[in-house]
């Protein structure tokens, strides 16, 4: 089935050292986003990128970074993890212009820093 | 700015009826989405509006006002599996589409 997939589901990272999370498509959309969610509160847009045009959200911490390889793949890159970095990290996909089918979300990987 | 407000959380029984409101006002609006949302696992699609009225799905249903900047859902025949967060989330457009959330309202289900 096309899918979005993010890995790994759970990473545990220590203290300022740098970590990539990943996510794929099948879906071929052109926008990816990443989202992030702290515990209790709703996903907050980091940044996103349409084809290749990356857009920054304007409070996203300089510390997150975002690559986009090629169509099927995004990643999210923390340099310098802090405590408060720990959240679950939604990856989604459109095509462009919203549809009613909505945006396909990935099942997220779950940072732990340590 | 962007603003979404929800309830933070809500109780209801077994087979009742609850309505979960949304209050918007944002910039370029593009449709409003409402996703599920099990503790620890991402969220999931219910239903879309972009145009004023009402949708029905099965035991869910949304509506949306876009001069009032109001929507609400609407679950009918509660039942424990429904207890989960309820995420409002509006489309904006600048250049691309973003999906903008509320706070989500967490819903109780009790027998």
């Known amino acids: 089935d096309a899918m979005v997939i993010q890995n790994p589901r759970y990473q545990v990272t220590q203290f300022g050292k740098p970590v990539t999370l990943s996510c794929s498509q099948t879906l071929n959309h052109n926008v990816m986003y990443w989202y992030q969610q702290k515990s209790s509160q709703a996903p907050k847009l980091l940044f996103h990128y349409y084809d290749k045009d990356f857009n920054n959200e304007a409070d996203t911490p300089d510390n997150f970074q975002s690559r986009r390889p090629n169509t099927s793949f995004c990643f999210l890159d923390i340099r310098s993890p802090g405590l408060g970095d720990a959240a679950m990290y939604l990856c989604?996909?459109?095509?462009?212009?919203?549809?009613?089918?909505?945006?396909?979300f990935g099942s997220g990987t779950r940072l732990t820093v340590v | 700015g962007q603003n979404i407000d929800q309830p933070t959380e809500m109780t209801a029984t077994e087979g009742a009826i609850v309505q979960i409101n949304c209050t918007y006002q944002?910039?370029?609006?593009?449709?409003l989405f409402w996703y599920q949302q099990h503790a620890g696992e991402a969220p999931t699609f219910l239903s879309y509006?972009?145009?004023?009225g009402l949708e029905e799905k099965g035991r869910f249903s949304s509506f949306l006002s876009r001069s009032k900047g109001y929507s609400y859902l609407l679950l009918k025949e509660l039942q424990m599996k429904d207890s989960a967060s309820y995420l409002c989330?509006?489309?904006?457009?600048?250049?691309?589409?973003?999906?903008?959330f509320g706070t989500g309202t967490r819903l109780q289900v009790f027998p």
């Open positions: 989604a996909t459109s095509s462009y212009g919203t549809d009613r089918y909505g945006y396909t």
């Open positions: 509006n972009v145009l004023d």
């Open positions: 989330a509006v489309s904006v457009r600048r250049g691309t589409d973003k999906l903008i």
């Open positions: 944002t910039s370029g609006f593009n449709g």
